[in-house]
């Protein structure tokens, strides 16, 4: 399954490569939503491609996130404050003597210092590095799709709740970030051949178990070690990774857009390191057949998702 991936973040480019237009409004609502709740988690790319706003309504995403990253600096701020005194605390016990828990309340302190140090550098660095377009389950992205005759994207949660399941979805079923191709005419029938999309991806990371990298059994006494692998292709390009997606309503009209990532079995390249799925690349002469299903007519998704890029991926230990 592909827990995590670097995305394209920045919706520009979408528009520049693909001719997209952006559902603007959707953006509106997710960043209004976040600084309301404060749960949406959204990679700092994404945020990063309203620096420089055009619009009205750009202007106000911008001010949207302004507004967050202002609260989040005051939380961690709040919290920087009362690891510093939990420090000075345990350390003035520890002038007049050892104990177990000073000690214990020393180290915690001093994490968290680092920790919360390292969330505010985050929050006001201004240049991009790779992490920043990376997302988890739970993570928002951009997602391609098919709206009223063109291409549009729209920001969608990686982890897929369908129209009609219960607001505890998420947790029965934490796997929905991906959908097995041999399941989409099962558990994902009401979005396959309806609502597809792509996210542009150009690396991916599995977890997997370090002996089966190493090519190797498991030691009589060895315990099993997982590890994280990040795959890029080669010759290095950008993958238009094949989606299914879903908008779900709740109650007092709340609204999701979500997203699954399709997999399939593995070339044998990520299957000798231990690893039993893979992402689906399709190619871009495929783009709006993908994005525009006939449901009467699945054979004709499979035919796209079997005529795929198929380039070698490289791995190695992510740090």
Not at 41 to 46: D, E, G, Q
Not at 47 to 65: N, R
Not at 294 to 313: G, T
Request: glycine fraction near 6%; charged fraction near 30%.
């Amino acid at each position: 399954m592909c827990y995590s991936a670097q995305i394209w973040a920045d919706y520009r480019k979408f528009a520049k490569v693909f001719g997209a237009t952006i559902s603007i409004q959707d953006f509106v609502r997710l960043y209004w939503e976040r600084g309301n709740a404060g749960k949406a988690r959204i990679p700092k790319a994404m945020d990063a491609a309203f620096a420089e706003p055009l619009t009205d309504l750009q202007h106000e995403i911008k001010g949207l996130i302004d507004e967050f990253n202002r609260a989040q600096t005051g939380r961690y701020e709040q919290e920087l404050f009362k690891q510093r005194k939990r420090l000075f605390d345990a350390e003035r016990i520890l002038l007049d003597k050892t104990t177990k828990k000073a000690l214990e309340e020393k180290r915690i302190a001093t994490d968290k210092i680092e920790w919360t140090r390292g969330k505010l550098a985050d929050l006001h660095r201004s240049a991009l590095v790779a992490d920043d377009s990376r997302i988890f389950p739970g993570h928002y992205a951009p997602v391609m799709v098919w709206e009223n005759g063109q291409r549009v994207i729209k920001p969608m949660r990686y982890q897929c709740r369908p129209e009609g399941k219960p607001a505890n979805f998420d947790q029965r079923f934490p796997g929905t970030y991906n959908a097995r191709r041999d399941n989409l005419e099962g558990f994902w029938k009401e979005q396959f051949g309806h609502t597809h999309g792509i996210v542009v991806v150009n690396a991916f990371y599995e977890n997997v178990s370090r002996h089966a990298v190493e090519h190797r059994e498991l030691g009589p006494d060895e315990k099993e070690e997982n590890v994280v692998l990040e795959f890029r292709p080669e010759p290095e390009q950008d993958m238009l990774v094949a989606c299914v997606w879903s908008k779900w309503k709740g109650s007092h009209g709340a609204e999701l857009l979500s997203f699954a990532a399709i997999t399939d079995e593995p070339p044998a390249e990520i299957a000798a390191v231990g690893h039993d799925r893979c992402i689906i690349p399709i190619k871009r002469r495929n783009i709006d057949a993908w994005l525009n299903p006939d449901p009467s007519n699945l054979s004709a998704m499979y035919a796209i998702l079997d005529d795929r890029e198929r380039p070698y991926f490289e791995h190695r230990l992510a740090a």
